[in-house]
């Protein structure tokens, strides 16, 4: 089983949705940079759950508890390892389903590989394990800052409610004023009606989550099979519930010619730029310096109260299930931490493949 993701920054995550606790080592982190506990705290209290109506009720504190890497208020290049302990696990709601796979979950595909498979809250399957990207993400973002490169995600989209709100300024100042972290406040209470009414009815909502990406250098990533666009899209995959992943304007390059989607450059007080960002700030596998822009489209939450047909693998007939517990009725403000945590991990590791951070001592 992979648990680990990236070359000169990497972080290896570990734990399950409810064992004793879950984590990561962060590998590759510079020496000298300003770092505590409180920089990963800030990070994982706006992922953890219970924060607002639109969010599952578990009360987690998520409270994480820094056992390497820390030497006098620095990292000091050796593996930093965050734990977080579970204190409000209800195992008991999921014994029903040792046997039953629930619709749209993993439990099938781990049952048959792995044989022994921990099906109280998706183990090791669930959403929860992000805590360790976001662990590792808030390392990488204090590392970028050190380059000004600042990362911003965002909900465009829950059902066929979509923002309309294109200022970047005015995004940032409204992301985190509503439970839904939408930059535009009129979409976000009508997302936030339409979610609590899914979660009235006992079902769920998905949306699309937008990553940007400013202040970064020309020249990050390869052309070919280390392509930055490659590897932001891995990442950005690899998250659970994720669908699709666009970079720019992504599938909609299906729609245009040539002439409408080219990214013609001009020149801007003696600096390169381009007149629109179609690519999304990646072209040839190459950060182009300008913002890099993905999309990721998230499946409604498959944990939903609604009665489902299901299966009984020890007895090999139909059954019907229904799916007790406190899960999200829309995961997508959730995931925009967690977006926001995979993409800073990239950047920070191809910033160090690049050159652009020293690779062991960031005071040289």
């Known amino acids: 089983m992979s648990n680990r993701i990236g070359e000169k920054f990497s972080i290896t995550t570990f734990g399950s949705s ?43 504190s998520d409270k994480v508890k820094v056992l ?23 195992s008991k709601d999921y014994s029903s389903f ?4 629930r619709p749209s979950h993993g439990d099938f595909a781990w049952m048959k590989k792995y044989g022994n498979y921990d099906y109280a809250g998706g183990g ?35 059902g066929n409610i979509k923002t309309k709100e294109s200022d970047l300024n005015t995004i940032k100042e409204n992301i985190e004023k509503n439970p839904v972290r939408c930059g535009d ?10 979610i609590l009414s899914k979660k009235a009815e006992g079902d769920s909502v998905g949306g699309i989550v937008e990553t940007i990406a400013i202040g970064l250098p020309v020249g990050l990533g390869e052309p070919i099979f280390e392509r930055l666009d490659g590897d932001l899209s891995r990442i950005l995959m690899n998250i659970a519930s994720v669908k699709g992943v666009e970079i720019g304007r992504g599938f909609d390059v299906a729609n245009h010619f040539g002439s409408e989607i080219n990214d013609e450059f001009e020149i801007i007080n003696g ?14 596998g190459m950060s182009n310096g300008m913002p890099i822009i993905t999309k990721i489209a998230i499946k409604p939450t498959p944990s939903i109260s609604k009665c489902q047909n299901s299966i009984d693998l020890n007895n090999m007939e139909n059954k019907k299930i229904e799916i007790k517990g406190r899960h999200d009725p ?20 191809h910033m160090i493949r690049s050159g652009f951070i020293h690779p062991t001592n960031l005071d040289e």
Not at 37 to 57: F, H, T, Y
Not at 185 to 194: F, H, R, S, T, Y
């Open 185 to 194: 406040v009129k979409a976000a209470k009508k997302m936030e009606e339409l």
């Open 18 to 60: 409810h064992g004793k606790a879950l984590g990561a080592v962060v590998d590759g982190c510079p020496a000298n940079l300003e770092l505590s506990a409180d920089d990963i705290q800030k990070e994982l209290d706006r992922r953890k759950p219970g924060n607002s109506n639109v969010s599952s009720p578990r009360q987690e």
């Open 68 to 90: 390497s890497g820390i030497f006098n208020g620095k990292t000091d290049g050796t593996p930093i390892t965050g734990v977080v302990y579970n204190n409000n696990q209800k």
């Open 330 to 349: 829309c995961i997508c403000p959730r995931v925009c931490i967690v977006a926001e945590s995979s993409t800073a991990i990239v950047l920070a590791d």
């Open 271 to 284: 600096k390169v730029v381009t007149k629109s960002n179609n690519s999304g700030g990646i072209i040839g």
């Open 124 to 158: 090791r399957g669930s959403g929860r394990v992000t805590i360790g990207h976001v662990i590792g993400g808030a390392i990488a973002k204090k590392l970028l800052k050190t380059k000004n490169i600042e990362i911003i995600s965002h909900v465009t989209q829950i």
């Open 98 to 101: 040792k046997n039953t796979p």
